[in-house]
């Protein structure tokens, strides 16, 4: 078996064709969705970046591995404690090892491991190539590797090729010779004045004032970034901002396409079982957060994923079933013939998979614990968030939508519907618990990131975000902030 892994970093699926944009931001990914399977409802447990991708190769959620976050303790790997073996990687066998053990050559081309000292990442790769710019490559400086390794590999039997391109993450890099595709094409319709000028008004890390995330004095983004707006002042600029990301995810695909080139070159296309995924979405306006991973919502934790097997069976089928990412690993484990071990939280379905069945879960919790404090539920057509921390943003405790009618979060429900918003906190709860009760640690990480003095990045920031408040005539937020340091007004 020959595996191509593809993953794009901060890539919301409702921007790719084959999900339904309106745009041609995909050619390469829709064709191989249209030989494929789409899957429609795909979350990450924990997002975004090193708790996502913890998850995938653990084949366990944070809540267990304790990497929910992006600083601090809840960053690295709980120990083992005293059980640990001399060797504990076959003790704890993640997606790379349980690959191995069926008989694969892995082989990783990213800066992942280095970018966010994850070095439990490194375990199992028979070979690893790091362009060594810590996650601000784009899409060639990546690519040159993997052609490299297709070009003298490609014939062989049994690897795995692992490429992780950055280019749809902030801030945008398209290379200005590769123009832009979009300029003739509208932005998303469902932004609107109304909405820009409400954020614009309100508070928080990214709003349209600052969606740079820069304060005070600090030089302009646009200087050295021309395809970032410094502000999104009215709709034109927030078309730039968008075409921004659009024509990173249309450059990370026009590389995706080399790569298939090069393997249909060499004859192997057609035996390899090709995926496409992300380590979490991108907020473009939705809760009032730009170009940036905040909160545990609909858009950061969902992801693209797309399976299209060897041959192209699969035939555009779509997927509708519940699942986490981390599932799709299990039966990735399952379709090399491996064995899924016991302890993972992940539950492969490699069965049903096979015969075209949708088989998912029932519901999925998914948390935020880097730029916010948040758990949030999806079940049915609904998802719940409940936050702990706001990570300084003009949110509620409690939220509410219905993501099939109202997928960009505009509609909070919790009051016109108290019901749903209790069940949606009772599945979490009773989740937690489950959880809780196999994990070795008797305290969440969520609570050691409280403890610590909340969200990794807003540590950095709050001090500046309150001064830049106040200079910017929003003095009532300043004041909210202050008396409620967890942004939820008790």
Known sequence: MRILYLDIDTLRPDHLGCYGYHRNTSPNIDRLAAEGVRFEKVYVSDAPCLPSRASMFTGRF????????????????????????????????????????????????SPFA?????????????????PGRHGAEIADEVSRYALDWVRRNAERDNWMLHVNFWDPHTPYRTPEAFGNPFADDPAPAWYTEELRARHWESFGPRTPREPTGRYGDAPPTSEQFPRVPDRIADLDDYRRWIDGYDCGVRYADEHCGRILEALADAGVLDDTLVIVTSDHGENQGELGVYGDHQTADHITSRVPMIVRMPGGSGGGRVDRALHYQTDVAATLVELAGGEVPQEWDGRGFAEAFRAGRDEGRDYVVFSQNCWSCQRAVRWDDFVFVRSYHTGLKDLPARMLFDVAEDPHELNDLTVARPELADHGQALIEQWTGEMMTRSEWPVGPMWTVMREGGPFHCREIGRRLIAHLRATGRERHADFLEAHPTGIAE
């Not at 591995?65 to 404690?81: E, L, N």
């Not at 280095?114 to 790091?130: D, I, K, L, T």
């Open 62 to 109: 944070g809540i267990r591995t304790g990497v929910v976050g992006h600083g601090g303790s809840a960053a690295d790997m709980r120990p083992i404690g005293r059980d640990r073996r001399f060797n504990y990687v076959q003790q704890r066998p993640g997606l790379i090892e349980c690959l191995r053990q069926a008989g694969l050559y892995p082989v990783s081309c």
């Open 114 to 130: 280095e970018r966010h000292s994850a070095w439990w990442f490194c375990a199992g790769w028979h070979e690893m190539y790091n």
